[in-house]
């Protein structure tokens, strides 16, 4: 394993050249944050800065989510006139980030060609919450990470403590098999192979071997904290449209409020908007402020659409969105026949 | 509204009959469930037809609406495989279906309340039989309680 601090030497070196010589006007990255366990995106447009870079087990938030609005069409023609062309962008990308580039490339929501992407070759990142839970009612007051990549902490009476790698790193990172970027223009870190593991399968068994009746019922629990605060949404790097359905009010799909019913409906309808496009990056999960585990839908989804469909979102360039292609040969067990 | 009392009347007073909201597509189910009618081909009243451009033109949240507005189930029907008047709007639908029915089973829905299948403009017997079919199946599961908004 590559220690982080290279990876950081190496990843300041990279920017700062990119924006020095041009290559990209704007270069996004990570910073250090003011609390422990969390770093926060950095938007770089000066080389002289790029020593505020950051690389460690915290770089959790997926960049890509800032992609589409940077490279957003002109609304009409008079402010494509006006509007300055977008610069070329250099990102920083893990595995996850970069199935969400893939995707939205393949979607047309991003121009590869105004992209440099830098990948980092992904060692699994730590869940704040986790690391919080995991100390107790000890507040952590700095953090860091030892040799073997295992996370320390300084909590308040100023003494250390070591908190195991497994313990603390998030879940979609011990669900994740491909954590080197599939692509990229600079690649920093040791690359891994893409990597089997039945995590997400064996989280989404033990839903799904109850009756409906039980499912429905522990799903209601998960969802009742729910506040609709929209974060999930907000922070999904798929979750670009313009007009999204859940903001419409003729007809309004989805109610405002937060009885079950609609806080339901929500849930499910984001859900399917991630059929055959999640890239499992779980910022939706990070982003809920009650703790849910927004992924509880979608985790199964992806299954879903590997199970019928083979196919994996983000997995390679060259391919077409699931649902934007079919095949006269399609799985069709499903329909009801008389 | 009155579609709704007629079948309710048609039971014995209060007793729950199945609802079931049908969206038929305008170039073969809708014409399969007209030729069932003309040809005179009994089946269970308790079908409600949405008549749609496409079974493509069917947004999901149609049916969740559904549901969530005390439909007991919802059919969906439109032409099959390589029939259809937009060459390939079913295509594109039945991908999409296999993972709305996936994910609402998944999340506790039964899946006999979301149901879809082919009916051609010849049909109209097939027709009769698959929403006699649907209804029996919702007749045993009982009322949709899930995901049903109660004010």
Request: glycine residues 6%.
């Given at each position: 394993?590559?220690?982080?601090?290279?990876?950081?030497?190496?990843?300041?070196?990279?920017?700062?050249?990119?924006?020095?010589?041009?290559?990209?006007?704007?270069?996004?990255?990570?910073?250090?944050?003011?609390?422990?366990?969390?770093?926060?995106?950095?938007?770089?447009?000066?080389?002289?800065?790029a020593?505020?870079?950051?690389?460690?087990?915290?770089?959790?938030?997926?960049?890509?989510?800032y992609?589409?609005?940077?490279?957003?069409?002109?609304?009409?023609a008079?402010?494509?006139?006006?509007?300055?062309?977008?610069p070329?962008?250099g990102?920083?990308?893990?595995?996850?980030?970069?199935?969400?580039?893939?995707?939205?490339?393949?979607?047309?929501?991003?121009?590869?060609?105004?992209?440099?992407?830098?990948?980092?070759?992904?060692?699994?990142?730590?869940?704040?919450?986790?690391?919080?839970?995991?100390?107790?009612?000890?507040?952590?007051?700095?953090?860091?990470?030892?040799?073997?990549?295992?996370?320390?902490?300084?909590?308040?009476?100023?003494?250390?403590?070591?908190?195991?790698?497994?313990?603390?790193?998030?879940?979609?990172?011990?669900?994740?098999?491909?954590?080197?970027?599939?692509?990229?223009?600079?690649?920093?870190?040791a690359?891994?192979?893409?990597?089997?593991?039945?995590?997400?399968?064996?989280?989404?068994?033990d839903?799904?071997?109850?009756?409906?009746?039980?499912?429905?019922a522990?799903?209601?629990?998960?969802?009742?904290?729910c506040?609709?605060?929209?974060?999930?949404?907000?922070?999904?790097?798929?979750?670009?449209?313009k007009?999204?359905?859940?903001?419409?009010?003729r007809?309004?799909?989805?109610?405002?409020?937060?009885?079950?019913?609609?806080?339901?409906?929500?849930?499910?309808?984001?859900?399917?908007?991630?059929?055959g496009?999640?890239?499992?990056?779980?910022?939706?999960?990070?982003?809920?402020?009650?703790?849910?585990?927004?992924?509880?839908?979608?985790?199964?989804?992806?299954?879903?659409?590997?199970?019928?469909?083979?196919?994996?979102?983000?997995?390679?360039?060259d391919?077409?969105?699931?649902?934007?292609?079919?095949?006269?040969?399609?799985?069709?067990?499903?329909l009801?026949?008389? | 509204?009155?579609?709704t009392?007629?079948?309710?009347?048609s039971?014995?007073?209060?007793?729950?009959?199945?609802?079931?909201?049908?969206?038929?597509?305008?170039?073969?189910?809708?014409?399969?469930?007209?030729?069932?009618?003309?040809?005179?081909?009994?089946?269970?009243?308790?079908?409600?037809?949405i008549?749609?451009?496409?079974?493509?033109?069917?947004?999901p949240?149609?049916l969740?609406?559904?549901?969530?507005?005390?439909?007991?189930?919802?059919?969906?029907?439109?032409?099959?495989?390589?029939?259809?008047?937009?060459?390939s709007?079913?295509?594109?639908?039945?991908?999409?279906?296999?993972?709305?029915?996936?994910?609402?089973?998944?999340?506790?829905?039964?899946?006999e309340?979301?149901?879809?299948?082919?009916?051609?403009?010849?049909?109209?017997?097939r027709?009769?039989?698959?929403?006699?079919?649907?209804?029996?199946?919702?007749?045993?599961?009982?009322?949709?309680?899930?995901?049903?908004?109660?004010?």
């Open positions: 394993m590559i220690a982080s601090h290279q990876i950081e030497t190496r990843l300041r070196e990279a920017a700062e050249g990119l924006l020095r010589d041009k290559k990209v006007g704007l270069f996004l990255g990570y910073e250090k944050a003011s609390l422990p366990f969390r770093t926060a995106p950095l938007f770089l447009t000066e080389a002289e800065k020593k505020r870079l950051v690389w460690s087990p915290f770089c959790t938030a997926n960049l890509a989510v992609l589409p609005r940077l490279f957003k069409a002109p609304a009409d008079r402010e494509a006139k006006t509007m300055p062309p977008p070329a962008v990102v920083v990308l893990k595995g996850c980030d970069a199935r969400s580039v893939i995707t939205l490339i393949q979607e047309r929501q991003v121009p590869r060609e105004k992209l440099v992407l830098v990948g980092v070759a992904c060692p699994g990142m730590v869940d704040a919450r986790k690391a919080e839970r995991a100390l107790g009612d000890q507040e952590a007051l700095g953090a860091g990470e030892d040799a073997q990549g295992n996370v320390r902490a300084v909590v308040e009476d100023g003494t250390e403590v070591t908190l195991r790698r497994e313990q603390v790193l998030a879940d979609v990172c011990l669900e994740c098999r491909s954590p080197t970027p599939s692509i990229h223009d600079i690649l920093l870190g690359p891994a192979e893409a990597r089997e593991t039945d995590a997400a399968r064996r989280r989404t068994a839903l799904g071997s109850e009756t409906a009746d039980r499912r429905w522990r799903l209601q629990q998960a969802l009742s904290k506040i609709r605060c929209n974060a999930c949404r907000q922070a999904c790097p798929m979750c670009y449209c007009d999204c359905l859940l903001d419409q009010t007809p309004r799909w989805v109610g405002a409020g937060t009885d079950i019913s609609d806080v339901t409906m929500y849930h499910l309808v984001r859900a399917f908007h991630m059929a496009r999640c890239t499992e990056c779980g910022a939706c999960a990070r982003a809920c402020p009650m703790g849910i585990d927004a992924r509880l839908l979608v985790r199964k989804l992806n299954l879903e659409v590997e199970d019928l469909f083979g196919y994996r979102p983000g997995a390679a360039l391919g077409v969105p699931l649902l934007s292609a079919f095949a006269m040969d399609d799985p069709q067990e499903f009801t026949e008389p | 509204m009155s579609q009392q007629t079948v309710q009347e039971a014995s007073p209060g007793a729950w009959e199945p609802k079931v909201v049908a969206f038929l597509c305008n170039w073969c189910s809708y014409a399969g469930a007209d030729l069932a009618g003309v040809s005179r081909i009994q089946y269970p009243p308790n079908v409600r037809i008549r749609v451009p496409c079974s493509g033109r069917i947004n949240a149609f969740l609406r559904a549901l969530q507005n005390g439909a007991d189930a919802v059919l969906v029907s439109g032409c099959h495989p390589g029939d259809c008047h937009y060459i709007g079913n295509l594109a639908a039945r991908r999409k279906f296999a993972l709305l029915k996936d994910l609402l089973q998944y999340a506790g829905i039964e899946s309340r979301v149901q879809f299948t082919w009916v051609s403009a010849s049909e109209g017997g027709f009769a039989a698959i929403v006699e079919k649907v209804v029996e199946q919702v007749r045993k599961l009982g009322p949709n309680r899930k995901l049903v908004k109660s004010l």
